[in-house]
């Protein structure tokens, strides 16, 4: 039989062979990335000198709960989610939910059946959460969506600095005539990017909001936003921000099946920077959130959560990706 070598494991991990003999002499892991691959790697060749405690390792099941709405964000969300906990011993379950009148009894029958909770569920209220974690006291829980007085820990983006990086975009471009197509104003998220780009342009003299519309983050909204801007007689160049990218897609396509030349007679961005940005035509500027950085920090907060009486909120920063739209 081959004696396997500490040096194929690390070739085939990518790191160093001290850093395979630092981790296989541990005596508790921190289930980073890099221990979990050397394990991964060291069990599938073979290594005969692996601690017992590294061959008996379990897959801790945390099951990522929402309702899957239109477009790419929660399939982009949670294929972040997905690669991240690639080569660790953590593995999540995407459940959409199927009882929207009584939401809360099924997300605590689910939770109680894995190791941990991810819930992205923005319509969720204070009074929910705190049914959810009654619940499933015995279970650690995380969610995604801010609430103004988070009652479990929330990891979410920080949405406020997300619109108020666009509208800083827009001024050091020159762009002063400006335009928002809002989000959803029931979901705070939705309001802080609001309240980002909004508070920069006032703090402006320069700048002028010249037209707004009151959008739900879906297909038709970013149709029925470019009517109503049209509508409006407002003079072209302007600069419009739509707080989610489908509808900026939407929007996009209608003015460009209208013969309307973007980036030359409007600007336009979006906020998520789902694939599709990418792809459009022209290629749509975006807030860019990073999934897997979120990921990331579930995965640590669940390592060390104890379901605390008073939730805890960490922001994860956004980045401008700029493209064509405004250039």
């Known amino acids: ?27 508790k892991l921190r289930n980073t990335k890099t221990e979990m691959a050397v394990i991964s790697v060291a069990k599938k060749l073979g290594y005969p000198y692996l601690p017992a405690k590294f061959q008996d390792i379990k897959l801790k099941n945390i099951v990522f709960i929402t309702q899957l709405e239109e477009g790419e964000f929660y399939l ?44 992205f569920l923005p319509s969720l209220n204070e009074e929910d959460y705190l049914q959810i974690k009654k619940g499933c006291y015995r279970v650690p829980i995380v969610s995604l969506a801010p609430i103004p007085t ?22 050091e471009s020159r762009f002063n005539d400006v335009g928002i197509i809002f989000g959803k104003s029931n979901l705070a998220e939705a309001n802080n990017r ?14 002028r909001l010249l037209w707004q519309y009151d959008g739900d983050y879906g297909t038709n909204s970013g149709k ?36 309307i030349n973007i980036p030359r007679d409007l600007k336009l961005a979006g ?24 990921a990331r920090q579930v995965i640590s907060y669940l390592e060390q959560k104890s379901n ?13 990706t700029e493209r064509k739209s405004t250039r």
Do not use: W
Not at 98 to 115: A, F, G, H
Not at 150 to 171: E, R, V
């Open 1 to 27: 039989m081959k004696k396997i070598k500490l040096q194929e494991i690390a070739d085939e991990v990518g790191v160093s062979v001290a850093t395979v003999s630092r981790v296989l002499s541990k005596t």
């Open 76 to 119: 982009s969300l949670f294929k972040g989610f997905h690669e991240t906990s690639i080569e660790t011993n953590y593995r999540f379950t995407l459940v959409s939910l199927k009882n929207k009148k009584q939401p809360i009894s099924e997300i605590i029958s689910i939770i109680n059946t894995y190791d941990a909770g991810c819930i």
């Open 150 to 171: 988070p009652t479990i820990d929330t990891i979410t983006f920080d949405s406020y600095s997300g619109g108020n990086i666009m509208a800083k975009h827009f001024y």
């Open 194 to 207: 609001k309240n980002g780009f909004l508070d920069y342009i006032n703090s402006k003299n320069s700048m």
């Open 224 to 259: 029925k936003a470019f009517h109503d801007f049209m509508d409006s007689g407002i003079k072209k160049p302007i600069a419009i921000f739509s707080c989610n990218d489908t509808m900026a897609l939407a929007f996009l396509r209608e003015a460009i099946s209208s013969g």
């Open 271 to 294: 906020y998520d920077d789902i694939p599709m940005c990418k792809n459009a035509f022209p290629p749509l500027t975006s807030i860019t959130t990073n999934y897997r950085d979120i």
């Open 308 to 320: 605390d009486l008073k939730g805890h909120l960490y922001l994860v920063p956004v980045s401008l």
